[in-house]
Structures are given as C-alpha cells and as structure tokens.
C-alpha cells in the first residue's frame, strides 16, 4: 500500500521544500521507504540523474533526505526560464522543446500524463510519497489545464497540507485568502495547515492559529519556527541569493538575470572567514577580491551581454592586473573564451560573439545536452571531484593543453599560461572538501570549514528533528491517502 500527501504553500518560497524535505527524513528514519515528487518545477537550478536526465535541485535534495538516488519521476516536468516570457521544457529528465509562456498554458493538459506516469512508477517503489505543489493554488488564473497544485491533487486523488509564511506578514490574510478564492473541489481537498517561519514567542500567535482553524475549518498542524540552519542547504530559487560570511578574503560573482546552478557556491558560503559577495547589477566588482567566480547560466550569450552592459568585463581585466584569479563554471567557462558560435540559433538568432579572451578556447552551442554525473580529480593537485555535466555546446582551443580535471583518463576544463584563470564545465567540484581548501590556500586563505557533506546531511537530520518538535508528524501521517 502507498500512501501520498501534498504540500503546496500560500506563495512561492514559504517552504514548502525544505518542509518536503524534512518529513522525508524524519518519515524515512521511522523507516517508511518515502519518495519525493514535484509534478512541474520552474528553476535554473538542476541536478542531473544518474539515468542521465535532469530534475530540480530540490527534488534531489529531498531525494538524498529519503536516503534515495534521484530520479527523473520525482519532477516529470521542469520549466528552465530562459528570457522574460519563454522556458526550456524537461519531460521526464530529457530536453522537450522550448514554449513561450502562453505556448505552454496550452500544453499543460498534455503534460498530465507524463506526470501521472511517473507518479505511478513512483508509487510502486514507496510506503509513502510526499508531493510539493508549485507557487500557490490561489492563482486561480492558471487553475484551468493545472498540473502542479490542485489539477495533480484531484487528478491523482491526493490530500493537501497549506503552508503559509508569516515571516512575510499577513499570514492570516494568505491562508483565509486562499480558503475564499478556491473552487470548492479544490478546498476539499486541504485537510490542514502549517505557519512557516516564525520569529518570536509562540504563545503569541495562538489565537491566530485558533482563528485561522475557525474561519478555514482546517486542522492546525504545527507553528514551525525559523530553520537558521536551511542556509546551509542547497537553495532552488535565485530569488533569495545574496551575500554571505565575513572575512579577510573576498569572492565576488556577479548576479547574472539567468544565473543557474548557483549551488555551485554553497560549499564555499560555508567556509569561515570568507565573503562571497553576490554583485547585483549597477555595482562593480569589488576591486580587493581574490577571487571572482563566473557562475553558470542558462542563457550564455544574453548573459555575456549584459557583463558586458555592467563594465564587468573591464572590472575583470583589472582584476587580473592586480593579480587576482577567476574561476569560470559552465556557461562562465563559455565565456571566458575567445568566441561563443550559436550556428543554429539555440540561444537566440544564429551567429557567433566574441567571449571575454581569457582563456584560449573557441565554444560551439550544438548538439544534444550532456547530462552526466562525474568523477575525476584535479590535475593540478590530484585531489579528488565529482560533480556533474549539464551543458550544451562543447569547447577547445590551445588552453585545454592545461586542464582544470581529469575524468578517467580524458582532460576537462582549460587554464591560462599564468594559472590564474580557469574554466569548467563541471558543476558541485567546491563540495569536495580536499580541492575546495586546495583553492583556497592558491589564494593564501587556511580552510577551517567543516566537511561539507556530512555538514549537510547532519542538516537534514536538524531539520527533521525541528519538525518533530514543532509539527505534529503522526497527525500529518494519518492524513495521507492511499493512492
């Protein structure tokens, strides 16, 4: 028999994932085999599948939460956005297309079974299922053809848990509000609520738990505090990236519109005695950093541009002068070459733009996405990485001699004549505990920070431990449905 139960919020980052993920661990510590699954996802901040596919960052998270590998069926649907009004569409892990936003309130309807699929192959595999919507089912102007929130709840027979955020205000207006606005269907499938979030004495916020209850007719399923601790988990959403630490050496990145795989910097946001500074646009790169960090992206050229519209390219050729290093990931990587071709017009009109002329090497945009877990070691040092590939277009050119990695037996990656730039398409290679504090010291920095790992997983065991003690688990188990 399995069992499933929804979490959908008020909003988007009240959250719902990390609530996700906390009752994965602490269901699976009871010994439950529980699984995570999000019917449609919208971020730039995948995890690649060791079946070669491609899902949310916070669906590999919970996965790990459940002591489980990801798989593509925990996210059937992940939307990549790619400009103001248009998305890369992942089916089931694979590259589908690319919709404009209108294109694809179309083709939701379609969607539904590809997701109902894989929450039947899920279903096979688990005691319990644990489904996180996606924004909030209050937009009732995208209910119709919905396969994220209530349409996949109905659909697949479902009970809800609402999750509102009072750390943003206004949280009885948010759940009240969302009772009044939904369909009555849809309201019957909400059995209870969750507060998010909060600050404070909870002694004061009794009555308002008792008011929401009256008015809703919903069961109060627990007051959860603020999690500290979640900032050291990775994060899905860019919406919430911003600078970290305190210390004498300095890590800029610039804020790129499409910035993607920004995990990327968790390991090093970290470390004690560093600051990494996310550089929003309008500000320079500080000009005392040791280390500027070119992150990934899911628009490689647009975003070239606007470096390019910031002045952060003459920033770092100063940079450089000064003696600084730089460190290019993925779509970064792309662009400190010499040229970034697009023949077939994948990011845009077809055509060819000239990188940053740090690094010796030509990029072609071609072919299929690799999509690859990986593990190597550095050539410099020898130290151990894995990571993962996720990318199109491939790169070469004279600075490649030099290669950032070694994966099995074949280079990766390229480096400057003077070593102080270099480039990768691998992503997750800073959560290597031995490499990570290799870099450092290049940088004359003494690492201290703990082993990222295990300081991850003894974050999740925290947070399912914060849920036990603040939500009512057993309550919240009774109420999954058999599915």
Same mark, same amino acid.
């Given at each position: 028999?399995?069992?499933?139960?929804?979490?959908?919020?008020?909003?988007?980052?009240?959250?719902?994932?990390?609530?996700?993920?906390?009752?994965?661990?602490?269901?699976?510590?009871?010994?439950?085999?529980?699984?995570?699954?999000?019917?449609?996802?919208?971020?730039?901040?995948?995890?690649?599948?060791?079946?070669?596919?491609?899902?949310?960052?916070?669906?590999?998270?919970?996965?790990?939460?459940?002591?489980?590998?990801?798989?593509?069926?925990?996210?059937?649907?992940?939307?990549?956005?790619?400009?103001?009004?248009?998305?890369?569409?992942?089916?089931?892990?694979?590259?589908?297309?690319?919709?404009?936003?209108?294109?694809?309130?179309?083709?939701?309807?379609?969607?539904?079974?590809?997701?109902?699929?894989?929450?039947?192959?899920?279903?096979?595999? =688990?005691?319990?299922?644990?489904?996180? $919507? !996606? @924004?909030?089912?209050?937009?009732?102007?995208?209910?119709?053809?919905? /396969? %994220? +929130?209530?349409?996949?709840?109905?659909?697949?027979?479902?009970?809800?848990?609402?999750?509102?955020?009072?750390?943003?205000?206004?949280?009885?207006?948010?759940?009240?509000?969302?009772?009044?606005?939904?369909?009555?269907?849809?309201?019957?499938?909400?059995?209870?609520?969750?507060?998010?979030?909060?600050?404070?004495?909870?002694?004061?916020?009794?009555?308002?738990?008792?008011?929401?209850?009256?008015?809703?007719?919903?069961?109060?399923?627990?007051?959860?505090?603020?999690?500290?601790?979640?900032?050291?988990?990775?994060?899905?959403? =860019?919406?919430?990236?911003?600078?970290? $630490? !305190? @210390?004498?050496?300095?890590?800029?990145?610039?804020?790129?519109?499409? /910035? %993607? +795989?920004?995990?990327?910097?968790?390991?090093?946001?970290?470390?004690?005695?560093?600051?990494?500074?996310?550089?929003?646009?309008?500000?320079?790169?500080?000009?005392?950093?040791?280390?500027?960090?070119?992150?990934?992206?899911?628009?490689?050229?647009?975003?070239?541009?606007?470096?390019?519209?910031?002045?952060?390219?003459?920033?770092?050729?100063?940079?450089?002068?000064?003696?600084?290093?730089?460190?290019?990931?993925?779509?970064?990587?792309?662009?400190?070459?010499?040229?970034?071709?697009?023949?077939?017009?994948?990011?845009?009109?077809?055509?060819?733009?000239?990188?940053? $002329?740090?690094?010796?090497?030509?990029?072609?945009?071609?072919?299929?996405?690799?999509?690859?877990?990986?593990?190597?070691?550095?050539?410099?040092?020898?130290?151990?990485?894995?990571?993962?590939?996720?990318?199109?277009?491939?790169?070469?050119?004279?600075?490649?001699?030099?290669?950032?990695?070694?994966?099995?037996?074949?280079?990766?990656?390229?480096?400057?004549?003077?070593?102080?730039?270099?480039?990768?398409?691998?992503?997750?290679?800073?959560?290597?505990?031995?490499?990570?504090?290799?870099?450092?010291?290049?940088?004359?920095?003494?690492?201290?920070?703990?082993?990222?790992?295990?300081?991850?997983?003894?974050?999740?065991?925290?947070?399912?431990?914060?849920?036990?003690?603040?939500?009512?688990?057993?309550?919240?188990?009774?109420?999954?449905?058999?599915?």
């Amino acid at each position: 028999m399995t069992r499933a139960l929804m979490i959908q919020g008020t909003g988007s980052d009240v959250g719902k994932s990390l609530i996700v993920a906390g009752m994965a661990r602490a269901f699976a510590r009871r010994g439950l085999r529980v699984r995570p699954f999000k019917p449609q996802n919208m971020s730039n901040n995948a995890a690649v599948t060791a079946d070669g596919g491609e899902i949310g960052r916070a669906q590999a998270l919970q996965a790990r939460a459940c002591g489980v590998a990801p798989s593509v069926h925990m996210n059937p649907v992940l939307l990549k956005p790619e400009s103001e009004t248009g998305c890369q569409v992942i089916v089931q892990g694979q590259r589908a297309g690319q919709l404009g936003a209108r294109d694809f309130q179309g083709r939701k309807p379609d969607l539904l079974g590809a997701v109902m699929d894989s929450f039947t192959r899920l279903k096979a595999e =688990a005691d319990l299922i644990l489904v996180e $919507g !996606a @924004g909030s089912p209050a937009e009732t102007n995208l209910r119709a053809g919905d /396969i %994220a +929130n209530m349409g996949f709840a109905l659909a697949a027979g479902v009970p809800v848990v609402l999750v509102g955020d009072i750390d943003r205000g206004g949280v009885i207006a948010q759940i009240v509000g969302t009772h009044c606005v939904i369909a009555a269907e849809d309201r019957a499938m909400i059995r209870g609520f969750l507060v998010n979030k909060f600050r404070g004495d909870p002694a004061l916020f009794a009555a308002g738990m008792q008011e929401i209850a009256r008015r809703t007719g919903w069961s109060a399923l627990g007051l959860l505090p603020w999690f500290p601790a979640a900032a050291r988990l990775p994060a899905e959403d =860019a919406v919430g990236l911003g600078s970290s $630490g !305190a @210390g004498p050496l300095r890590i800029a990145v610039p804020h790129l519109p499409r /910035i %993607a +795989n920004f995990d990327d910097l968790d390991p090093l946001r970290a470390e004690p005695g560093l600051r990494v500074e996310i550089i929003p646009q309008g500000q320079p790169l500080p000009g005392d950093a040791a280390l500027v960090i070119l992150p990934g992206s899911k628009a490689t050229i647009a975003d070239l541009a606007v470096l390019r519209a910031q002045g952060w390219d003459i920033d770092l050729a100063a940079h450089l002068r000064r003696g600084g290093h730089v460190w290019g990931l993925c779509g970064g990587y792309q662009m400190l070459g010499r040229t970034i071709a697009d023949p077939h017009g994948i990011e845009g009109p077809p055509g060819e733009v000239p990188g940053l $002329g740090l690094l010796d090497i030509h990029t072609v945009l071609q072919g299929d996405k690799t999509l690859r877990l990986t593990h190597g070691h550095c050539a410099e040092t020898g130290q151990p990485v894995s990571g993962y590939e996720i990318h199109l277009g491939q790169s070469a050119g004279p600075d490649c001699v030099r290669p950032a990695f070694v994966i099995g037996e074949a280079p990766e990656g390229a480096v400057s004549a003077d070593g102080r730039v270099r480039g990768s398409y691998l992503h997750g290679v800073f959560a290597a505990d031995g490499f990570r504090r290799a870099e450092l010291a290049r940088l004359g920095h003494r690492a201290e920070g703990p082993a990222y790992e295990a300081m991850v997983e003894a974050t999740l065991d925290a947070l399912a431990d914060h849920l036990a003690a603040h939500a009512d688990l057993d309550r919240l188990l009774s109420l999954a449905d058999e599915v």
